[in-house]
């Protein structure tokens, strides 16, 4: 997920993030957790989805394949 410079810092981000969140937490089956990557380059995001809830488990090493920084952050959330 993504939201261009120019449109950061309105809250499109966190309201996108927040609505896939919300679908994830009441489907049926449960949902118990969420994963997603960050590239370790890009601490924002990180910081981002931190304040959502994430918590980062591990480190993938090489999961990028045509971009530098190739390693990504696993962040989870879990639902209750």
Do not use: C
């Not at 489907?27 to 910081?47: C, E």
């Not at 591990?58 to 879990?78: C, F, G």
Request: aromatic share 12%; charged share 25%.
């Amino acid at each position: 997920m993504g939201v261009l410079a120019p449109y950061r810092s309105r809250g499109l981000g966190s309201k996108a993030l927040e609505l896939v969140l919300a679908a994830a937490s009441s489907h049926r089956p449960k949902i118990d957790k969420i994963y997603l990557h960050v590239q370790v380059s890009n601490g924002d995001a990180k910081k981002f989805y931190e304040r959502h809830g994430f918590v980062h488990t591990s480190t993938h090493k090489d999961y990028y394949k045509k971009i530098t920084p190739a390693d990504a952050w696993v962040l989870e959330k879990t639902f209750d």
